[in-house]
T-cell receptor, first 114, second 110 residues
Framework: SQTIHQWPATLVQPVGSPLSLECTVEGTSNPNLYWYRQAAGRGLQLLFYSVGIGQISSEVPQNLSASRPQDRQFILSSKKLLLSDSGFYLC?????????????FGPGTRLTVL | DAKTTQPNSMESNEEEPVHLPCNHSTISGTDYIHWYRQLPSQGPEYVIHGLTSNVNNRMASLAIAEDRKSSTLILHRATLRDAAVYYCPRGGGSQGNLIFGKGTKLSVKP
């Protein structure tokens, strides 16, 4: 069966520090991978998606970047965190591009920037 | 790039049915209708999807309007564990993207 892992589960970082969040998927090949952010009291905002190794699409301009060094690994990074980067970061995967394209979400990383 | 629209919150009593509405007036003919829910401090989980016909699964039922501009997620007997934020994200993105709004926060009272 397929599983998705995210770490760390929680993170407290000072403003201006770097960030690296990791997501890995097991039990499937060539998944589509997604990074979402959920700010407090807000809905889910799609940040990045990837349909293959080295292929990254950004949905919104921001302080963050994403990379996919391996087929089932998706990394979210920042060189210098801002207060506004605080939130709940969710990784998700799906198979194929055609609808309905059910997405499976990880447990999330709660990031607090102080 | 219109999102779907849902009420911000709803309340239900335990053991009673719950009807959660979603308007998707700009949906295209080939877009599926999706529902996800997010329990507190967890990632969202898939609930159900449909295209034109009503759908049933072990979690819920999905009633789709004839013009497909709205849908209703039906929980037949709400339990305390159904308290969550329910989303009906818009699909149809070029890379299989789902576009989530703020969802409906469902509270279930014992």
């Amino acid at each position: 069966s397929q599983t998705i892992h995210q770490w760390p589960a929680t993170l407290v970082q000072p403003v201006g520090s770097p960030l690296s969040l990791e997501c890995t998927v097991e039990g499937t090949s060539n998944p589509n991978l997604y990074w979402y952010r959920q700010a407090a009291g807000r809905g889910l905002q799609l940040l990045f998606y990837s349909v293959g190794i080295g292929q990254i699409s950004s949905e919104v301009p921001q302080n963050l970047s994403a990379s996919r060094p391996q087929d089932r690994q998706f990394i979210l990074s920042s060189k210098k965190l801002l207060l506004s980067d605080s939130g709940f970061y969710l990784c998700a995967w799906s198979v194929g591009l055609a609808e309905p394209n059910e997405q499976f979400f990880g447990p999330g990383t709660r990031l607090t920037v102080l | 790039d219109a999102k779907t629209t849902q009420p911000n919150s709803m309340e239900s009593n335990e053991e009673e049915p719950v009807h959660l509405p979603c308007n998707h007036s700009t949906i295209s003919g080939t877009d599926y209708i999706h529902w996800y829910r997010q329990l507190p401090s967890q990632g969202p989980e898939y609930v159900i999807h449909g295209l034109t016909s009503n759908v049933n699964n072990r979690m819920a039922s999905l009633a789709i309007a004839e013009d497909r501009k709205s849908s209703t997620l039906i929980l037949h007997r709400a339990t305390l564990r159904d308290a969550a934020v329910y989303y009906c994200p818009r699909g149809g993105g070029s890379q299989g993207n789902l576009i989530f709004g703020k969802g409906t926060k469902l509270s279930v009272k014992p």
